[in-house]
């Protein structure tokens, strides 16, 4: 199963007989003080510069959130989204639970890219995400990410199901639901949600075991935040590769990551698994950095 991607003149392919498609993270307003300061400033340049940034390190996706308090998300979004497929030229995916922003951001993608397809993050099970972001997908040509998440309780935690069972049974609702709305299985990529193991010692095993079962049942393309299972703890960055390779063996092939930190370490993963035939693309990476560092 294929989940095509595209820019202005730039297409990504997802697809389990690939290596790894890497989304890059860090154009995040909502986790990033600094750039939702230039944001409230009128400054997109930092966002100019880290997207150019992921891109030099080997993003293949750039997510896009400007999501923070004090910031119009329907003025900033589209202007970011313009700002990455002018600059940088890579597949977007935009990221915001605003329904109106996501839709400026849809519309100007489609003013600068005619033939482009980014990815919506995210849809979930909740019905007024599906009545409102799926149309959208539709009509703007766009794939979306599928979140396990459900209508299950007051907090995103409560709403996300405690058994693999559960995250399988809401990505398959998801999927059918945007099948309905002419979207295909290929153009929903779904996210099994990571949690902090520092709260639940379960949360990694049940996320791994809902991704294989997810793989297993549907076929499709997954993404996750693999950095997640380690909040609170210490040595992070160790717990999220032991993560992250497990959660590649068993079905996740586009992860959203700090590409800059990973990529070296998911493209030797692809190895092991077979992805990267002979190491071709490891071996061509390490000789790019040690060129760049000589």
């Known amino acids: 199963m294929e989940t095509v991607l595209k820019s202005r003149k730039t297409t990504v392919v997802i697809s389990p007989e690939r290596p790894t498609v890497l989304i890059g993270e860090k154009i995040s307003a909502a986790a990033r003080s600094d750039l939702a300061d230039a944001l409230r400033a009128g400054d997109l340049s930092p966002l100019r510069e880290e ?13 896009v959130n400007v999501g923070a308090p004090g910031i119009d998300e329907v003025e900033w979004l589209p202007r970011a989204v313009r700002m990455v497929l002018e600059s940088a030229d890579v597949p977007v995916s935009i990221d ?26 995210s849809v979930n099970g909740e019905e007024r995400y599906l009545e409102r972001i799926l ?15 459900d209508d299950g309780g007051d907090s995103l935690r409560q709403g996300i199901p405690q058994t693999p069972e559960g995250r399988l049974a809401v990505a398959q609702k998801i999927v059918e639901r945007a099948e309905a709305e002419g979207l295909p299985p290929e153009d929903v990529v779904i996210d099994c949600m990571a949690l902090s193991v520092s709260t639940d010692p379960e949360a990694g095993r049940v996320t791994l075991e809902a991704i294989r ?24 960055e160790k717990l999220n590769w032991g993560f992250t390779a497990m959660a590649l063996q068993n079905g996740v092939n586009c992860p959203i990551v700090n590409v800059s930190r990973d990529r070296e370490f998911i493209m030797g993963v692809d190895v092991l698994l077979g992805r990267d035939k002979q190491g071709l693309r490891f071996i061509e990476a390490y000789r790019e950095r040690t060129r760049d560092e000589a």
């Open 135 to 149: 149309p959208l997908a539709e009509e703007y040509g766009a794939a979306v990410i599928g979140m396990a998440l």
């Open 213 to 236: 079962r997810v793989r297993d049942a549907l076929g499709v393309n997954m993404t996750l935040g693999p950095s997640n299972v380690s909040f609170g703890l210490p040595v992070r």
């Open 96 to 121: 915001t639970s605003d329904f109106a922003a996501l839709e400026a951001a849809l519309a100007i993608h489609k003013e600068l890219a005619p033939e482009g397809k980014p990815l919506i993050n």
């Open 51 to 63: 997207a150019e940034d992921q891109v030099a390190a080997g993003a293949d996706v750039l997510e």
